[in-house]
């Protein structure tokens, strides 16, 4: 499925970006699928929700985990053909086992995340590893304009980078790297190294930036199950209640922010 110039884009820059993956019949499906999930009821013990407060004091989805068990179509779509695993397996040598999937919603006046790495045992204080493939797939178009994202080149090979509490970068690291923008469309998939940094601003356009990722772990590396990740991910960075205070909505993480 992958050519050797993705396979050395992949090792040298720690991501690689897949034009076309599905076709835009396919991409209609999964762009309604991802308008069902938005409209859930939040859950106390099935999927997880996050809001945001707009400038003009309306509350929108910000982010969705935990979903792909409870939307038959919208899993079977993504996973059934095995394509997705496949080039995950190829880009890391062996097989691997899906940890975790989040919807990133990106609507238009939604905030940004500050630059950070996907090491998700970081902030869950976990002694190992957990996370090596991130898969995006482009459920709208993406670049800088409407909240995309920015990644800093070869910087996966140099293991963690000082952070704070939140999994922020130190912002004097963060300035010194070069970045450069991912722009994708529609239909593409963009599956980037846990370590590679990474960051989006604040969405200021009239264009959505959905982004649904799948999050993958080597099958050779110890760590959580996706239901033991998620019973961590209850305990350390709640989702939002049935009730929920406008003025205090929980965060999505310590990344997040709105400027």
Avoid: C
């Amino acid at each position: 499925m992958l050519t050797d110039a993705q396979r050395e884009k992949w090792q040298k820059d720690g991501y690689v970006r897949l034009e076309r993956f599905f076709d835009p019949a396919a991409m209609g499906r999964i762009s309604s699928f991802v308008e069902d999930v938005s409209r859930w009821e939040v859950s106390d013990d099935k999927w997880l929700m996050w809001f945001e407060r707009t400038t003009d004091n309306r509350k929108i989805i910000s982010k969705a985990e935990n979903f792909l068990d409870f939307h038959d179509p919208l899993r079977h779509l993504l996973l059934e053909d095995q394509r997705i695993t496949s080039a995950v397996e190829d880009l890391l040598g062996e097989e691997s086992r899906r940890l975790k999937e989040l919807l990133i919603f990106h609507y238009p006046d939604s905030g940004g995340y500050r630059p950070h790495q996907d090491i998700y045992h970081i902030p869950h204080k976990l002694p190992d590893r957990m996370v090596h493939a991130v898969v995006a797939i482009g459920i709208d178009d993406s670049d800088p304009d409407n909240g995309g994202l920015f990644f800093s080149p070869g910087n996966h090979k140099k293991g963690v980078f000082p952070m704070d509490g939140g999994g922020v970068i130190d912002p004097e690291v963060a300035e010194m790297f070069s970045w450069e923008p991912v722009v994708w469309k529609s239909g593409d998939i963009f599956i980037f190294d846990d370590y590679a940094p990474h960051y989006s601003l604040p969405n200021k356009s009239n264009r959505s930036r959905r982004t649904l990722y799948l999050v993958f772990q080597r099958a050779s590396t110890g760590g959580p199950t996706r239901a033991e990740y998620n019973v961590l991910k209850r305990a350390l960075n709640p989702p939002e209640g049935k009730v929920a205070n406008l003025d205090k909505l929980k965060p999505p993480n310590g990344i997040f922010y709105r400027d």
